[in-house]
């Protein structure tokens, strides 16, 4: 197959790309920027450098592909960030149609579902909503809270010998390791799934309790607490650390999400089964590793 991811050679799309391309596909990876394309070219794929932004230069690489993995940016700008990652997303649709791809696996997330109160997932529930438009076979591929933001919190425990957020100790968050996202994009992408389709992608389902606990004994700091903080604290916390003040407040609000389980509570309520393969105490090894 020929088949195009986009989001770079990230987390995701580095392990993706080496899977796909040791399977025998033709893989093209998009990216904007330049100097990731000798790397791109050292794992057996074709580099497409330029703005997802920009249908016209996605349409013109997207021509003649079997399936695609879109991904749109995290955090696109520092103000307007909903708008920016929704506009990424028509110009994907446009380049989708103008190209005829088939199969589409979109990288989305838990709390998708809701139009607001989820705070940067906003941007990819309107994305869903425009492919679900497109007449070509579409998974949407919801994915969990990412194991890898508590390197985040890294600071705060060398600093304060705290962890916390805005959500409380006992509240179950589905968690993910960017590489089971990367192995269930790949089983996506070699499928012939019609229609438009919802999968999770969940490694574990933990609480903070859960979570202080195993990174705690990872680090040697067995006792490491949870701290349950205010919105206000929470976002006054992220911009004092330099965090821009839209992007402190949609992720305040996804925290909020977090706390009242409305961005967990449809993969709770309808999948709830946690398949991916790196569970939380083996994370918990590469968070000690970190820090």
Do not use: C
């Amino acid at each position: 197959m020929k088949i195009i991811i986009t989001g770079s050679l990230g987390n995701i799309g580095k392990p993706l790309t080496a899977q796909l391309v040791q399977s025998g596909h033709d893989v093209t990876v998009v990216s904007s920027n330049a100097d990731r394309k000798s790397a791109i070219e050292a794992l057996g794929s074709k580099a497409a450098i330029g703005s997802v932004s920009d249908a016209d230069f996605l349409a013109e690489t997207f021509a003649g592909a079997d399936a695609l993995f879109a991904m749109t940016p995290p955090n696109m700008g520092g103000v307007n960030i909903i708008k920016n990652t929704t506009n990424a997303g028509y110009a994907f649709a446009k380049a989708i149609q103008e190209a005829n791809i088939k199969r589409v696996v979109m990288l989305s997330s838990i709390g998708a579902d809701l139009p607001t109160g989820n705070g940067p997932i906003a941007g990819l529930h309107n994305i869903e909503k425009i492919y679900e438009k497109l007449e070509t076979s579409i998974t949407f591929l919801r994915a969990g809270y990412f194991y890898i933001n508590f390197f985040n919190d890294i600071p705060m425990i060398k600093g304060a010998g705290i962890m916390g957020a805005n959500f409380p100790l006992e509240n179950r968050i589905p968690l993910v390791h960017p590489e089971d996202i990367a192995w269930a994009a790949a089983e996506e992408l070699q499928k012939t799934t019609e229609g438009k389709n919802v999968r999770y992608i969940i490694s574990d389902i933990k609480t903070p309790s859960d979570i202080v606990k195993a990174f705690g004994n990872a680090i040697g700091k067995p006792e490491l607490p949870w701290v349950e903080f205010t919105d206000e604290q929470y976002f006054g916390g992220m911009t004092q650390a330099g965090v821009p003040e839209e992007m402190a407040g949609l992720y305040t609000e996804m925290g909020t999400g977090l706390r009242n389980e409305t961005i967990a509570a449809d993969f709770l309520t309808n999948d709830g089964k946690a398949d991916g393969k790196i569970k939380l105490e083996d994370f918990a090894k590469e968070f000690a590793s970190k820090f």
